[in-house]
């Protein structure tokens, strides 16, 4: 074995697997370069620390479980003017996340509100943030399952360890009593630790029929708007106009 080898080997062993995969090209730039043994010793941990910040970014987005590559890039705010694209970037500070604030998008199917909520779950992933999206009904079963096992505190403690969760389409289909407490357990426990992003097409004054005016429904939409930025979304179904000018 080489000293070149050797070394790495050595980089490995404590686990600066990125200098250890990547020593011979790094070398071979220091030397191209006549770096001072200083300058060498930066290129090192800069090269781990940025390998470390991308392969973190990715465990992110994968455990994120976005359920489309959709882009704040590619919004179409001519379409949408019930939201400005000044007032979608100064969210993307992300002080709503430290502040363990939430955000609500209402309005009618087709808007855009989930691609909103994907496209800051998307920034706030590359931010650092670690990000989850859950439909409604995805997020409702996996609350009811955990609680038929006896185990829905242990489920939302794990839901709690991100800092955002997204909740996309509340209020598109019914739900029974013991989701609804289920959900109130969830919105409890994340109120004021965790934020928030919720898309949903009804808005708070019809919250109560919704929930069968079930009592859990004011409760839940206090802890929902409290420190919240609330957006109304108006217009035509983007995917209807597509459809029809095609």
Do not use: C
């Amino acid at each position: 074995m080489s000293q070149l080898e050797h070394t790495s080997a050595q980089y490995r062993s404590l686990r600066l697997s990125a200098i250890g995969r990547d020593l011979v090209g790094l070398v071979s730039q220091a030397e191209a370069n006549d770096l001072s043994h200083l300058s060498f010793a930066q290129m090192l941990a800069e090269h781990e620390i940025a390998e470390r910040t991308r392969s973190r970014i990715s465990r992110h987005h994968r455990q994120a479980g976005l359920p489309l590559d959709k882009h704040l890039e590619d919004f179409d705010y001519r379409h949408q003017t019930t939201i400005t694209k000044r007032q979608v970037n100064a969210l993307l500070d992300f002080g709503f996340i430290d502040n363990r604030e939430n955000v609500v998008f209402i309005g009618p199917p087709g808007v855009g509100k989930t691609h909103l909520a994907i496209g800051i779950g998307q920034k706030a992933i590359q931010a650092g943030y670690k990000v989850l999206f859950r439909t409604a009904l995805d997020l409702v079963e996996d609350l009811e399952l955990a609680e038929m096992k006896g185990q829905l505190k242990k489920r939302i403690s794990q839901l709690a360890k991100f800092d955002m969760l997204i909740i996309d389409e509340l209020g598109y289909l019914p739900m029974t009593a013991q989701a609804r407490f289920n959900l109130f357990q969830l919105v409890n426990a994340l109120y004021e630790y965790r934020s928030i992003i919720l898309t949903t097409n009804k808005d708070f004054t019809d919250w109560g029929e919704f929930f069968h005016h079930d009592n859990v429904a004011i409760p839940i939409i206090d802890r929902v708007i409290h420190h919240s930025n609330i957006f109304m979304l108006g217009g035509e179904s983007y995917r209807l106009k597509q459809k029809t000018s095609s």
